[in-house]
């Protein structure tokens, strides 16, 4: 089993930065790559930014150039850092992690965070 715990979310001007943090518990060995996502009402859940275990990373377009993604192996926590917030960047946003099989000893799945709130807002 994995537990994921979000941090960093908040209310921030336009412009402004936030810096969200995954921590990932229970059989960390398990995973491969993991992400962040997010929601708004009404609306499906859609991938923000991935990073595979050997930092191959994926954005979504409409972040590229203001959010980096990274990853901390060894403390198994994944970063978010956002810049040059808008207010159309004001959803929830939800860290993901894919376990894998690793000899035998995972079940594969898809394990997610509570969410954290980021509202950006003059």
């Known amino acids: 089993q994995v537990q994921l715990v979000e941090s960093g979310g908040g209310l921030v001007q336009p412009g402004a930065s936030l810096r969200l943090a995954c921590a990932a518990s229970?059989?960390?060995?398990?995973?491969?790559?993991m992400g962040w996502y997010r929601q708004g009402p009404g609306k499906e859940r859609e991938s923000v930014a991935t990073?595979?275990?050997?930092?191959?990373?994926y954005y979504h377009e409409s972040v590229k150039g203001r959010f980096t993604i990274s990853r901390d192996n060894h403390k198994n926590t994944v970063y978010l850092q956002m810049n040059s917030l808008k207010p159309e960047d004001t959803l929830v946003y939800y860290c993901?992690?894919?376990?894998?099989?690793?000899?035998?000893?995972?079940?594969?799945?898809?394990?997610w965070g509570q969410g954290t709130q980021v509202t950006v807002s003059s």
């Open positions: 993901h992690a894919e376990a894998v099989s690793v000899q035998a000893m995972c079940v594969p799945g898809d394990y």
């Open positions: 229970g059989d960390t060995f398990c995973i491969s790559t």
């Open positions: 990073i595979t275990t050997t930092g191959t990373t």
